[in-house]
């Protein structure tokens, strides 16, 4: 990962004003901006090179956000920042846990907007797999959709869970520590401090574990981390 | 076949036709017998006529004179006979084509005791029964058009219970709603009024019977049960009306309300988006005069905080109509409430208000949706500022009871407090008191702020009021203690 070359963006939105402030702001942190009005204009920016990361509008005329994500994705995987008017409490952006990696709901705050481009191209070296993980008989995981299946039955998985598990799943049978848990989970959060990690690693537990007690996929290493383990299910 | 068929039918005609019969030869009989003894007798008066003057030549004209006259008058007689026999019959006649027509007349009077007689005492009887009946019916359909829905259920019932004892005779008459198997109904008693009941229906579901009794000295036919069941079909009918009238006025009347409420909401909405709207602009305006770089900052700063606020109340409109689409679905994570709160207070820009925090949550931590827990304490907080006084102080108290696993945050301040009219409403949505008690937020922050609490699991309810305090309320929420014990 090449940390001199700085990285591209491509913003694609049809508000003309948001697309002018946005990149200057972007480019004032040292980021490199492509902008599109529309779904046709961004694919024929893609036909010119690929940026590092896209952030895109939902709704949009001429071919609309959600289908050029997916056009996008078929074709490379491509992270993608939805930011929309229209937020996560929404039917429609459950499509989008396919495709997006991340959502920013518009009217945006610009820090935090720029905290979650980082989270997005720092977690680019963690490579995990657009498909499934089985571990054992009673668990797979399904980090792209956010979801696992637990004793043959679907769990949905919170955002903040689903990014703790990812580098647990990239780094298999590797204890993973604690602060870097807390920083791939709450990287945008001041006050998260390691209880932040102890607590949701027990409630995830509860979810993906057929016998909380008796953990044999989420292991706790004492004192220093984590551990995600493949398992036949026998603890 | 063919030519024996009709020959088979007629007998039975001729024979029905005879049924009228004996009388009419009856009286034939006596006016036939009448022309020929009458002829008799002259003839007999004129042998001993000619007995007595023995004159030959006259005997055969006074003969021919004899049978004559004679003749005359048996024909004459003959006819009386036949007229005074079909009069009656006429009139008979008429009368039962006006029955049949379902219009009968007066009753008709003939003197004796024969056939003719007991025919038109028949066609009285019957005559009077259809009229009876037709009297019934009428009476039945004036009173059923009657039967307004407006009326109300009990009133209706009272009238039918009424209409059917004057219609039909009965006395004790009663409309008892609900399952008719669960109604009892008494047994006949020899000698007493005897019971007689019609199942009150509507559109194939029993509401109900109508019950009565009939007085001993009345009779109680097929046609009178029949009548009985029509009318309380009837009844059912309009006492099914009622109860949709009901419903549909009370709709109407529900619909307006919200109407109402809705059209003053929108008032207040628009006027609080127009507030910090129009701040906006005036500082922008003031922006491109000013100079000096240390007012400019403040100028900045102030638009900055208002776009916020816009921000906020659109969001807190956009949830509502999430919750009504019931298409909020919390994503809940782990949350140090201590920290939380005081950098919602510190968005809150209130630099004019004291604000005290104590956290006793001893490391436990929240369990909540991070934005939706960040949109209510604004609202709370913003509702303590807003309603706190001038100079009030705004205290957040957060405990934890591990008896229960609950974080419960508790928000006082210093102001009235909330009036005891408004407690019970305070959480609905679009209640008038909550539209006029706002002062700039959309009136909706307790009513948005309980329901996304209760989608993640969590409560919020208003304190009792206090003494040296104002309003406190307390969001509760899951609570996890700190640490791992896997």
């Known amino acids: 990962m090449s940390e001199h070359r700085p990285r591209r963006i491509l913003l694609v939105d049809d508000d003309a004003s948001l697309l002018v402030v946005l990149s200057e702001q972007l480019r004032d942190d040292g980021y490199e901006v492509a902008t599109a009005r529309d779904g046709l204009e961004a694919l024929r920016r893609l036909e010119a090179g690929w940026p590092d990361l896209i952030l895109l509008d939902l709704m949009m005329p001429r071919v609309d956000g959600l289908a050029l994500a997916r056009r996008i994705k078929a074709e490379a995987d491509l992270p993608i920042i939805v930011l929309s008017a229209i937020d996560t409490a929404d039917s429609k952006a459950r499509l989008l846990d396919e495709v997006a990696e991340d959502y920013v709901s518009k009217p945006y705050h610009y820090p935090e907007l720029r905290a979650r481009i980082q989270r997005v191209l720092r977690r680019l070296g963690d490579r995990i797999p657009r498909r499934s993980l089985v571990l054992g008989p009673n668990l797979t995981l399904d980090l792209h959709k956010r979801s696992a299946t637990v004793a043959g039955a679907e769990v949905r998985l919170t955002p903040t869970e689903s990014r703790l598990l990812q580098p647990l799943a990239a780094n298999l049978g590797e204890i993973v520590s604690t602060e870097t848990l807390l920083s791939r989970g709450w990287a945008d959060t001041e006050e998260a401090d390691p209880s932040y990690v102890w607590v949701s690693m027990r409630r995830l537990r509860q979810k993906i574990e057929v016998d909380p007690d008796r953990p044999v996929h989420l292991v706790t290493v004492r004192g220093v981390g984590y551990r995600l383990v493949a398992s036949d299910g026998d603890a | 076949m063919p030519e024996r068929s009709p020959g088979g039918e007629d007998t039975p005609g001729r024979s029905s036709a005879g049924g009228t019969g004996p009388s009419l030869r009856v009286l034939l009989t006596a006016g036939l017998l009448a022309a020929a003894v009458l002829p008799l007798a002259v003839f007999g008066g004129i042998l001993v006529a000619a007995r007595l003057y023995t004159d030959d030549r006259i005997v055969v004209p006074l003969l021919i004179a004899a049978v004559v006259v004679a003749a005359f008058f048996g024909l004459v007689m003959a006819a009386v006979a036949i007229a005074g026999l079909t009069a009656p019959l006429r009139r008979i ?394």
């Open chain 2, 93 to 486: 006649t008429t009368a039962v084509e006006r029955v049949a027509a379902g219009e009968p007349g007066p009753p008709i009077h003939l003197p004796g005791d024969d056939e003719l007689a007991r025919l038109a005492e028949s066609h009285n009887r019957i005559a009077a029964e259809v009229q009876r009946r037709n009297r019934e019916l009428g009476t039945l359909l004036l009173a059923i058009a009657g039967y307004s829905p407006a009326l109300g259920l009990r009133a209706l019932a009272s009238q039918a219970e009424s209409d059917a004892c004057s219609i039909y005779g009965l006395i004790d008459c009663n409309v008892q709603l609900g399952d008719p198997a669960e109604i009892l109904l008494e047994e006949a008693v020899p000698g007493d009024p005897r019971p007689v009941k019609a199942e009150i229906r509507a559109g194939g579901e029993t509401l109900g019977v109508l019950t009565g009794h009939l007085p001993a000295t009345r009779a109680w036919e097929r046609a009178n049960q029949d009548l009985l069941d029509l009318f309380a079909s009837e009844v059912g009918v309009a006492l099914r009306n009622v109860e949709l009238f009901g419903q549909i006025e009370s709709q109407n009347a529900r619909l307006l309300e919200l109407d109402a409420a809705k059209d003053e909401f929108l008032r207040g909405v628009s006027h609080n988006l127009q507030t910090p709207l129009t701040s906006i602009r005036a500082y922008v305006e003031q922006l491109q005069a000013a100079s000096d770089e240390a007012a400019r900052d403040r100028r900045l700063q102030i638009v900055g905080e208002q776009a916020d606020r816009l921000t906020r109340l659109v969001r807190q409109l956009l949830t509502v109509t999430r919750l009504e689409a019931g298409a909020l679905r919390p994503e809940v994570e782990v949350i140090a409430m201590g920290p939380r709160v005081r950098r919602a207070w510190e968005g809150l820009n209130a630099a004019g208000t004291a604000f005290e925090l104590r956290d006793e949550s001893r490391g436990w931590l929240g369990v909540a949706d991070p934005d939706q827990i960040d949109q209510v304490l604004w609202a709370l907080l913003d509702n303590a500022v807003k309603y706190g006084g001038r100079d009030g102080k705004v205290e957040v108290e957060i405990n934890v009871d591990d008896t229960i696993d609950r974080l419960h945050v508790t928000i006082v301040d210093h102001g009235p407090g909330v009036p005891e009219a408004d407690r019970a409403r305070l959480f609905t949505r679009f209640s008038r008191g909550a539209a006029l008690t706002s002062g700039d937020g959309t009136g909706l922050g307790l009513y948005v702020s309980r329901q996304l609490l209760l989608t993640m699991g969590g409560e919020l309810w208003l304190e009792p009021a206090g003494e040296g305090r104002g309003a406190a309320f307390t969001l509760s929420l899951q609570g996890e203690p700190p640490g791992d014990d896997g």
